[in-house]
């Protein structure tokens, strides 16, 4: 607000005032201009400055981080390499930044990658990215270098870049490959042991089928009673010890996948009086009596010599651990 005396001299709305006006204004245009941009400057310059701080901050993650990461454009070419990668693949972030990611792929990735990712970009159907999988990379000298891959997407402004993730499985795929090749040699092993069991059985049977039929052509002869008892226990053990060979020869078809039952009709009472007999010798020497209390049906359907293998087991077991009195099989 001017206070004073007009000048007779002027009148009212003379170009004079007009001029004052318009001088006043712009004066006071440029100032509040010149008070904003002093202070978008200043704002700008503290923004780059959170902005620097925060890609110094994103930086030294990044090259902190034990997985390689890589950094991708839609066309496949490299942006950025970490200290991580460099170390898995063994090039430098300036042999790989501006080149197609194709080159540390072996094939038959490498030639189908451009096409996967134009797929991709065309389709929006997903295969890999999102999800993790385990892959094969290429080293810079050229061996193959077996890595977990996970791959992330951004998008900025309509345009896709994709991020990474890879983590050097080397020292576990060399454990999974040991432990394998240990496995195979368990295997082969039991394989070894069930043919020399297989072998050896037959190899026994032989003699012990001799020693059968000898003392049934003994037992033909004229024997006191007390003789004939003893070769009949000979020839229950002899059936037994066979019998036993049996079995040895049925492990080993077991561990190839070849055992099969019998299912036959046999006599459960003339069964357990071979297994009495058998063992009547050995409870005999210890004083221990040994008797059969058969109270069941006589005649059963199954395999008789699995059957015998049991209660001969078990028959045995209670001589060898009864110390007075005796064993009723019932």
Same mark, same amino acid.
Request: charged share 20%; hydrophobic share 40%; aromatic share 6%.
């Given at each position: 607000?001017?206070?004073?005396?007009?000048?007779?001299?002027?009148?009212?709305?003379?170009?004079? #005032?007009?001029?004052?006006?318009?001088?006043?204004?712009?004066?006071?245009?440029?100032?509040? $201009? &010149?008070?904003?941009?002093?202070?978008?400057?200043?704002?700008?310059?503290?923004? &780059?400055?959170?902005?620097?701080?925060?890609?110094?901050?994103?930086?030294?993650?990044?090259?902190?981080?034990?997985?390689?990461?890589?950094?991708?454009?839609d066309r496949g070419i490299i942006l950025s390499f970490n200290e991580s990668a460099e170390r898995i693949f063994g090039y430098s972030a300036d042999e790989v930044v501006g080149k197609n990611v194709r080159m540390l792929m072996p094939n038959p990735h490498q030639d189908a990658h451009d096409s996967y990712l134009k797929n991709y970009l065309h389709t929006g159907e997903r295969q890999i990215i999102g999800s993790g999988r385990e892959v094969w990379a290429l080293h810079k000298d050229g061996h193959r270098i077996p890595v977990r891959l996970a791959i992330g997407e951004a998008r900025l402004g309509g345009?896709?870049?994709?991020?990474?993730?890879?983590?050097?499985?080397?020292? /576990? #795929?060399?454990?999974?490959?040991? @432990?394998? /090749?240990?496995?195979?040699?368990?295997?082969?092993?039991?394989?070894?042991?069930?043919?020399?069991?297989?072998? &050896?059985? *037959?190899?026994?049977?032989?003699?012990?089928?001799?020693?059968?039929?000898?003392?049934? @052509?003994?037992?033909?002869?004229?024997?006191?009673?007390?003789?004939?008892? %003893? @070769?009949?226990?000979?020839?229950?053990?002899?059936?037994?010890? !066979?019998?036993?060979?049996?079995?040895? !020869?049925?492990?080993?078809?077991?561990?190839? +996948? *070849?055992?099969?039952?019998? %299912?036959?009709?046999?006599?459960?009472?003339?069964?357990?009086?071979?297994?009495?007999?058998?063992?009547?010798?050995?409870?005999?020497?210890?004083?221990?009596?040994?008797? $059969?209390?058969?109270?069941?049906?006589? *005649?059963?359907? +199954?395999?008789?010599?699995?059957?015998?293998?049991? =209660?001969?087991? =078990?028959?045995?077991?209670?001589?060898?651990?009864? #110390?007075?009195?005796?064993?009723?099989? &019932?």
């Amino acid at each position: 607000r001017f206070i004073g005396q007009p000048n007779p001299d002027f009148l009212p709305g003379s170009n004079q #005032h007009t001029a004052l006006a318009l001088a006043i204004a712009f004066i006071t245009v440029g100032l509040s $201009l &010149m008070a904003a941009g002093i202070n978008a400057i200043v704002r700008y310059r503290a923004l &780059m400055r959170r902005s620097l701080e925060t890609a110094s901050e994103l930086q030294a993650i990044v090259d902190a981080a034990v997985d390689g990461i890589v950094k991708i454009s839609d066309r496949g070419i490299i942006l950025s390499f970490n200290e991580s990668a460099e170390r898995i693949f063994g090039y430098s972030a300036d042999e790989v930044v501006g080149k197609n990611v194709r080159m540390l792929m072996p094939n038959p990735h490498q030639d189908a990658h451009d096409s996967y990712l134009k797929n991709y970009l065309h389709t929006g159907e997903r295969q890999i990215i999102g999800s993790g999988r385990e892959v094969w990379a290429l080293h810079k000298d050229g061996h193959r270098i077996p890595v977990r891959l996970a791959i992330g997407e951004a998008r900025l402004g309509g345009i896709s870049t994709f991020v990474g993730f890879i983590s050097d499985i080397t020292e /576990r #795929h060399r454990m999974e490959t040991d @432990l394998r /090749r240990t496995k195979e040699d368990a295997e082969q092993a039991a394989a070894a042991k069930s043919a020399f069991l297989a072998n &050896m059985s *037959h190899e026994i049977r032989t003699p012990m089928n001799a020693i059968i039929g000898f003392t049934d @052509l003994v037992l033909d002869t004229p024997l006191n009673q007390s003789q004939a008892r %003893h @070769l009949g226990v000979v020839k229950t053990s002899a059936r037994s010890l !066979l019998n036993l060979l049996n079995d040895i !020869l049925d492990t080993a078809k077991l561990d190839g +996948g *070849h055992t099969e039952l019998e %299912h036959r009709d046999f006599s459960l009472r003339a069964l357990c009086e071979q297994i009495i007999a058998a063992q009547s010798l050995n409870a005999g020497r210890k004083g221990l009596f040994l008797k $059969l209390d058969y109270q069941a049906q006589e *005649h059963f359907k +199954g395999d008789p010599l699995r059957i015998q293998q049991v =209660l001969l087991n =078990l028959v045995s077991n209670a001589v060898k651990f009864t #110390h007075t009195g005796g064993v009723t099989l &019932m």
